[in-house]
């Protein structure tokens, strides 16, 4: 069956570091991925996605991701952190045979000035 | 404001109330889905709507009633909730099931349920 895994329930960084968000997908054909990002009291805004082609993903934000098929992973990455960037992370994956977006579990990110 | 509007955005029911959260898009989807984001959990898909017929119901206990009157408005019923029902509960749409794989989903800010 189709999954999500995001291995860092919480991650805190300092403003201004870079930041990587893990993610790891069971998939057996070729993946749709997506990045979702989620700030308190809201709904869930796309960042990003990935079909095909070029493995490095730019997104929205500044936020940019690799699909590395080896690894089953869509790491999502940010050089320079902002305070503004606290918010909980969702990847996920469309299972095309069942038509939806299967959701990973999360990554809560706090950002300290 | 991201084009899907969710009411009530908090609601506290007992276990043996009827209530009903609306859920209302007017950017000309065909595709709308109910999940359920619990604390810890990854987000639940419970109910697909394709151009207003159900396509898709997740193993939903029956005290959930969906409803999809039109492509613009979705609802979801709620009777004689359970405490472990306490969630949040967000609505989703897409241009339909196939553009929806193309482009993801728009989501709205959701409704945070407290079942007492």
């Known amino acids: 069956a189709q999954s999500v895994t995001q291995p860092d329930i919480h991650i805190t960084v300092s403003e201004g570091a870079s930041l990587e968000l893990r993610c790891n997908y069971s998939?057996?054909?070729?993946?749709?991925l997506f990045w979702y990002v989620q700030s308190p009291g809201q709904g869930l805004q796309l960042l990003l996605k990935y079909f095909s082609g070029d493995t490095l993903v730019q997104g929205i934000k500044g936020f940019e991701a690799e699909f590395k098929r080896s690894q089953s992973s869509f790491n999502l990455r940010k050089p320079s952190v902002h305070w503004s960037d606290a918010a909980e992370y969702f990847c996920a994956v469309f299972s095309g045979g069942y038509n939806k977006l299967i959701f990973g579990a999360g990554t809560r990110l706090a950002v300290h000035p | 404001e991201t084009g899907v509007t969710q009411t009530p955005r908090h609601l506290v029911m007992g276990m043996t109330n009827k209530k009903s959260l609306k859920c209302e898009q007017h950017l000309g989807h065909n595709a709308m889905y109910w999940y359920k984001q619990s604390a810890k959990k990854p987000l639940e898909l419970m109910f697909v709507y394709n151009f207003k017929e159900q396509t898709e119901n997740n193993s939903v206990p029956s005290r959930f009633s969906p409803e999809c009157p039109n492509s613009s408005h979705l609802f979801l019923h709620l009777h004689t909730l359970q405490p472990e029902d306490s969630a949040l509960y967000l609505c989703?749409?897409?241009?339909?099931?196939?553009?929806?794989?193309?482009?993801?989903?728009?989501f709205g800010s959701g409704t945070r349920l407290t079942v007492v």
């Open positions: 989703a749409s897409s241009q339909d099931r196939i553009e929806g794989f193309n482009y993801g989903y728009t």
């Open positions: 998939y057996g054909a070729t993946p749709y």
